[in-house]
T-cell receptor, first 115, second 115 residues
Framework: AQSVTQLGSHVSVSEGALVLLRCNYS??????LFWYVQYPNQGLQLLLK??????LVKGINGFEAEFKKSETSFHLTKPSAHMSDAAEYFC?????????????FGKGTKLSVIP | DTGVSQDPRHKITKRGQNVTFRCDPI?????LYWYRQTLGQGPEFLTY????????KSRLLSDRFSAERPKGSFSTLEIQRTEQGDSAMYLC?????????????FGDGTRLSIL
Protein backbone atom coordinates (compact mmCIF):
# COMPACT_ATOMS: atom_id res chain seq x y z
CA ALA A 1 0.00 0.00 0.00
CA GLN A 2 1.13 3.53 -0.68
CA SER A 3 1.75 5.98 2.15
CA VAL A 4 3.28 9.40 2.75
CA THR A 5 5.13 10.67 5.80
CA GLN A 6 5.73 14.36 6.30
CA LEU A 7 8.31 15.03 8.98
CA GLY A 8 7.39 17.99 11.15
CA SER A 9 3.79 19.06 11.56
CA HIS A 10 4.94 22.65 12.04
CA VAL A 11 7.96 24.46 10.57
CA SER A 12 8.94 28.06 11.31
CA VAL A 13 11.40 30.05 9.23
CA SER A 14 12.45 33.68 9.10
CA GLU A 15 11.49 35.78 6.11
CA GLY A 16 14.23 35.37 3.50
CA ALA A 17 15.46 32.04 4.91
CA LEU A 18 15.50 28.69 3.16
CA VAL A 19 12.30 26.66 3.30
CA LEU A 20 12.67 22.87 3.52
CA LEU A 21 9.60 20.67 3.95
CA ARG A 22 10.22 16.94 4.10
CA CYS A 23 8.24 14.16 2.46
CA ASN A 24 8.98 10.45 2.32
CA TYR A 25 6.80 8.00 0.44
CA SER A 26 6.23 4.30 0.35
CA UNK A 27 5.21 2.70 -2.91
CA UNK A 28 5.83 -0.71 -4.39
CA UNK A 29 5.67 0.65 -7.93
CA UNK A 30 7.04 3.86 -9.47
CA UNK A 31 5.18 6.74 -7.84
CA UNK A 32 3.68 9.93 -9.08
CA LEU A 33 4.27 12.62 -6.46
CA PHE A 34 2.59 15.96 -5.84
CA TRP A 35 2.90 18.92 -3.50
CA TYR A 36 -0.18 21.00 -2.72
CA VAL A 37 -0.61 24.16 -0.64
CA GLN A 38 -3.70 25.02 1.39
CA TYR A 39 -4.49 28.48 2.74
CA PRO A 40 -7.01 28.83 5.60
CA ASN A 41 -10.58 27.95 4.64
CA GLN A 42 -9.58 27.17 1.08
CA GLY A 43 -9.03 24.08 -1.04
CA LEU A 44 -5.71 22.69 -2.20
CA GLN A 45 -3.65 24.35 -4.90
CA LEU A 46 -1.14 22.32 -6.91
CA LEU A 47 2.45 23.53 -6.45
CA LEU A 48 4.28 20.93 -8.54
CA LYS A 49 4.30 17.32 -9.61
CA UNK A 50 6.81 14.57 -10.41
CA UNK A 51 5.83 11.92 -12.92
CA UNK A 52 8.83 10.71 -14.93
CA UNK A 53 11.96 12.26 -16.37
CA UNK A 54 13.85 15.06 -14.65
CA UNK A 55 14.10 14.46 -10.93
CA LEU A 56 14.29 18.17 -10.04
CA VAL A 57 10.87 19.66 -10.54
CA LYS A 58 10.10 23.36 -10.53
CA GLY A 59 6.70 24.64 -9.48
CA ILE A 60 4.84 27.85 -8.90
CA ASN A 61 5.81 30.63 -6.48
CA GLY A 62 9.52 29.71 -6.59
CA PHE A 63 9.13 26.24 -5.07
CA GLU A 64 10.95 23.16 -6.30
CA ALA A 65 11.27 19.53 -5.24
CA GLU A 66 13.71 16.75 -5.94
CA PHE A 67 12.69 13.12 -6.40
CA LYS A 68 15.26 10.78 -4.84
CA LYS A 69 14.36 7.17 -5.46
CA SER A 70 17.15 5.76 -3.30
CA GLU A 71 15.91 7.77 -0.32
CA THR A 72 12.18 7.47 -1.22
CA SER A 73 11.97 11.21 -0.70
CA PHE A 74 10.40 14.21 -2.41
CA HIS A 75 11.36 17.21 -0.27
CA LEU A 76 10.02 20.69 -1.09
CA THR A 77 12.35 23.70 -1.02
CA LYS A 78 12.32 27.42 -1.65
CA PRO A 79 15.50 29.52 -1.40
CA SER A 80 13.92 32.54 0.26
CA ALA A 81 10.69 32.53 2.27
CA HIS A 82 8.07 35.24 1.83
CA MET A 83 5.34 36.12 4.29
CA SER A 84 2.80 34.98 1.70
CA ASP A 85 4.23 31.43 1.89
CA ALA A 86 2.65 30.91 5.32
CA ALA A 87 0.17 28.07 4.75
CA GLU A 88 -0.19 24.31 5.12
CA TYR A 89 1.62 22.07 2.66
CA PHE A 90 0.63 18.54 1.71
CA CYS A 91 2.64 15.88 -0.08
CA UNK A 92 0.64 13.26 -2.00
CA UNK A 93 1.36 10.08 -3.92
CA UNK A 94 -0.39 7.86 -6.40
CA UNK A 95 0.67 4.76 -8.27
CA UNK A 96 1.88 4.68 -11.83
CA UNK A 97 0.60 1.15 -12.35
CA UNK A 98 -2.86 -0.30 -12.53
CA UNK A 99 -5.29 0.24 -9.67
CA UNK A 100 -6.70 3.17 -7.78
CA UNK A 101 -6.70 6.75 -9.01
CA UNK A 102 -6.91 8.11 -5.48
CA UNK A 103 -4.27 10.38 -4.03
CA UNK A 104 -2.82 9.41 -0.66
CA PHE A 105 -1.86 12.49 1.35
CA GLY A 106 0.49 13.10 4.23
CA LYS A 107 -0.76 14.80 7.37
CA GLY A 108 0.58 18.14 6.26
CA THR A 109 3.19 20.62 7.45
CA LYS A 110 2.13 24.07 8.60
CA LEU A 111 4.68 26.68 7.56
CA SER A 112 5.00 29.87 9.58
CA VAL A 113 7.13 32.75 8.30
CA ILE A 114 8.52 35.10 10.93
CA PRO A 115 9.09 38.74 9.89
CA ASP B 1 -11.16 27.78 -16.68
CA THR B 2 -13.49 28.70 -13.84
CA GLY B 3 -12.13 26.12 -11.43
CA VAL B 4 -13.93 23.54 -9.31
CA SER B 5 -16.96 25.01 -7.57
CA GLN B 6 -18.52 23.66 -4.38
CA ASP B 7 -21.78 24.64 -2.71
CA PRO B 8 -22.46 25.44 0.06
CA ARG B 9 -19.17 26.62 1.57
CA HIS B 10 -20.43 26.06 5.08
CA LYS B 11 -23.20 23.87 6.47
CA ILE B 12 -24.31 23.69 10.09
CA THR B 13 -26.88 21.07 10.99
CA LYS B 14 -28.18 19.06 13.91
CA ARG B 15 -27.20 15.47 14.49
CA GLY B 16 -29.53 13.11 12.68
CA GLN B 17 -30.36 15.46 9.80
CA ASN B 18 -29.56 14.76 6.15
CA VAL B 19 -27.25 17.04 4.17
CA THR B 20 -26.35 17.29 0.49
CA PHE B 21 -23.36 18.97 -1.08
CA ARG B 22 -22.81 19.88 -4.73
CA CYS B 23 -19.65 19.96 -6.81
CA ASP B 24 -19.24 21.44 -10.29
CA PRO B 25 -15.95 20.28 -11.84
CA ILE B 26 -13.84 22.06 -14.43
CA UNK B 27 -15.91 21.72 -17.59
CA UNK B 28 -13.57 19.56 -19.69
CA UNK B 29 -12.67 17.22 -16.81
CA UNK B 30 -14.42 13.86 -16.88
CA UNK B 31 -12.96 12.53 -13.62
CA LEU B 32 -14.37 13.71 -10.31
CA TYR B 33 -13.23 12.83 -6.79
CA TRP B 34 -14.54 13.39 -3.27
CA TYR B 35 -12.23 13.64 -0.24
CA ARG B 36 -12.82 14.32 3.44
CA GLN B 37 -10.42 16.37 5.57
CA THR B 38 -10.60 16.49 9.35
CA LEU B 39 -8.73 18.97 11.53
CA GLY B 40 -4.99 18.44 11.48
CA GLN B 41 -5.11 15.74 8.83
CA GLY B 42 -4.56 15.48 5.12
CA PRO B 43 -7.48 14.78 2.80
CA GLU B 44 -8.74 11.18 2.74
CA PHE B 45 -10.22 9.66 -0.40
CA LEU B 46 -13.94 8.86 -0.41
CA THR B 47 -14.99 8.08 -3.97
CA TYR B 48 -14.26 8.68 -7.65
CA UNK B 49 -16.28 8.99 -10.86
CA UNK B 50 -15.33 8.73 -14.48
CA UNK B 51 -18.11 10.45 -16.36
CA UNK B 52 -21.30 9.19 -14.68
CA UNK B 53 -19.83 5.89 -13.47
CA UNK B 54 -18.78 5.59 -9.83
CA UNK B 55 -15.67 3.45 -10.20
CA UNK B 56 -14.22 3.39 -6.71
CA LYS B 57 -15.45 3.78 -3.14
CA SER B 58 -13.37 3.96 0.02
CA ARG B 59 -14.19 1.95 3.13
CA LEU B 60 -14.67 5.38 4.75
CA LEU B 61 -17.85 5.74 2.70
CA SER B 62 -20.37 4.13 5.04
CA ASP B 63 -23.93 3.22 4.06
CA ARG B 64 -25.05 6.67 5.20
CA PHE B 65 -23.04 8.29 2.42
CA SER B 66 -24.07 8.32 -1.22
CA ALA B 67 -22.59 10.12 -4.18
CA GLU B 68 -24.00 10.63 -7.65
CA ARG B 69 -22.96 12.18 -10.91
CA PRO B 70 -26.09 11.67 -13.01
CA LYS B 71 -25.08 13.25 -16.31
CA GLY B 72 -21.35 13.14 -15.96
CA SER B 73 -21.18 16.82 -15.09
CA PHE B 74 -21.89 17.99 -11.53
CA SER B 75 -21.87 15.63 -8.57
CA THR B 76 -23.70 15.48 -5.26
CA LEU B 77 -22.62 13.92 -1.98
CA GLU B 78 -25.38 13.13 0.51
CA ILE B 79 -24.93 12.17 4.13
CA GLN B 80 -27.97 10.68 5.86
CA ARG B 81 -28.56 10.69 9.63
CA THR B 82 -25.50 12.82 10.30
CA GLU B 83 -23.29 12.02 13.30
CA GLN B 84 -20.79 14.13 15.25
CA GLY B 85 -17.93 12.31 13.53
CA ASP B 86 -19.09 13.57 10.14
CA SER B 87 -17.89 17.08 11.01
CA ALA B 88 -15.15 17.78 8.47
CA MET B 89 -14.25 19.64 5.30
CA TYR B 90 -15.55 17.83 2.22
CA LEU B 91 -13.37 18.49 -0.82
CA CYS B 92 -14.17 17.85 -4.45
CA UNK B 93 -11.52 17.56 -7.15
CA UNK B 94 -11.53 16.95 -10.88
CA UNK B 95 -8.99 15.90 -13.49
CA UNK B 96 -8.63 15.12 -17.15
CA UNK B 97 -8.88 11.55 -18.35
CA UNK B 98 -5.56 9.87 -18.93
CA UNK B 99 -2.72 8.51 -16.87
CA UNK B 100 -2.56 8.83 -13.12
CA UNK B 101 -0.12 11.70 -13.45
CA UNK B 102 -2.97 14.02 -14.41
CA UNK B 103 -3.13 16.44 -11.47
CA UNK B 104 -6.32 16.76 -9.48
CA UNK B 105 -7.69 20.28 -9.15
CA PHE B 106 -9.53 21.00 -5.91
CA GLY B 107 -12.45 23.20 -4.98
CA ASP B 108 -12.58 25.30 -1.82
CA GLY B 109 -14.59 22.64 0.00
CA THR B 110 -17.76 22.47 2.08
CA ARG B 111 -17.19 22.70 5.82
CA LEU B 112 -19.77 20.62 7.71
CA SER B 113 -20.41 21.24 11.39
CA ILE B 114 -22.71 18.89 13.34
CA LEU B 115 -24.32 20.35 16.47
Amino acid sequence: AQSVTQLGSHVSVSEGALVLLRCNYSSSVPPYLFWYVQYPNQGLQLLLKYTTGATLVKGINGFEAEFKKSETSFHLTKPSAHMSDAAEYFCAVTYSGAGSYQLTFGKGTKLSVIP
Amino acid sequence: DTGVSQDPRHKITKRGQNVTFRCDPISEHNRLYWYRQTLGQGPEFLTYFQNEAQLEKSRLLSDRFSAERPKGSFSTLEIQRTEQGDSAMYLCASSLEGARNQPQHFGDGTRLSIL
